[in-house]
């Protein structure tokens, strides 16, 4: 009886520390656009309103000042409810303004024990202001639809991840670089339009959305996905059954990938790395001209499959070396397999651009599914 009345007691004092907010007199931030303006901080701050009904509104307020925390107090002295952050889900960048740098914006998301690190950054080609203060006919609320076209694309492994834990631990890691999604207003819908490459926090390249798959295949294993390929004509040359008219290329989608990579330091004494990735999956679709039920005719697109992921990892590669933008985390495994590296991230950076990467393809057709 005494330990029962001890923990109701216990619990009726916990209960009044408790700081109830209640939701018809706070305001939600769920997405900030952060852009610079004349050397300041412009924030665009999409917000939730909901009143004592617990119907909801969305709001956009943009405040121009020094520091983003200038831009919230001056957000505050404009609404007549509590502005809180709990539920902010997307942090958007302008281009220019990551050109320009992030480091310390990003440091300061870190410090706000409101925000949750599992939040998604992103960068915006051209200002994160225009984006979302314009009108979408089929968006209603622009913070919710941002965040949902992030999540899915990120999740369906199309895109890669960039959550706030994710890029500070990039940050704080000094043989790695980040990078973060890039969304674009097109006309009256908003895309994912590419991967922002960064060094020290300052954006230093930027690659087109289509090569998003192949910057997951290097940088993580993966087990979903899918990718479309062009393949060279002459794999009708391995059917027994030439057509009259054969296609100038056969595209070709894969799905249900399954990924593994391997990093092996070669000759550290030459700066030379091996990277081997395997590559299980199902032929989603292809040229009814192709017999896939033919095992020679399927070790040739095989043979396909592996030249042009190659061709195209390498290309990717050579890109960050030219911006000198570890985003795959070689310099970590370079560290690791190198006794006595002493590697620091000046050192790294010099070595990076110089880097020889011998990339190679194992690719493996598992099943095949709808033949066009």
Known sequence: ?????????????????????????????????????????????????????????????????????????????????????????????????????????????????????????????????????????????????????????????????????????DIYSPLRDFTLPVVKKEGEYIDMSGIALFQGGTMVGMLPASDSFYVLLIRQNINDGTLQLILPADLADSTKNKPKHPPKNFPIAIDAINSKRKIKVMDHSKNEIDLTITLDCRLLEIHSSLAIGDQ????????????????????????????????????????AQVRDAKLTEEKWHELYPKMKVNVKIETEIIRSGVVE
């Open 1 to 169: 009886m005494k330990g029962l009345l001890l923990f109701v007691t216990a619990g009726l004092f916990l209960a009044a520390c408790t700081e109830y907010r209640l939701l018809e007199r706070i305001s939600l931030v769920t997405l900030i656009g952060y852009d610079i303006e004349d050397d300041q901080i412009d924030a665009t701050t999409v917000v939730r309103q909901i009143n004592p009904e617990f119907e909801s509104s969305v709001e956009i307020h943009s405040e121009t000042a020094k520091t983003s925390k200038g831009t919230r107090v001056k957000a505050d002295l404009k609404t007549a409810k509590t502005l809180m952050a709990g539920q902010l889900r997307v942090v958007l960048f302008g281009d220019e303004l990551a050109e320009e740098g992030i480091g310390e914006a990003i440091h300061t998301l870190a410090m706000n024990s409101e925000i949750t690190t599992s939040i998604y950054l992103g960068v915006v080609e051209g200002t994160s202001k225009n984006l979302l203060e314009s009108e979408y006919p089929n968006i209603t609320d622009i913070g919710q639809h941002v965040f949902n076209l992030m999540d899915h694309n990120i999740k369906q492994q199309q895109m890669i991840s960039s959550t706030l834990h994710e890029v500070v631990r």
């Open 296 to 335: 020679k005719v399927t070790e040739k697109i095989e043979e396909a499959m592996n030249k042009k992921i190659e061709s195209e990892i390498t290309r990717i590669i050579k890109y960050s070396q030219e911006v000198n933008s570890d985003i795959f985390g070689f310099g970590e495994h370079f560290h």
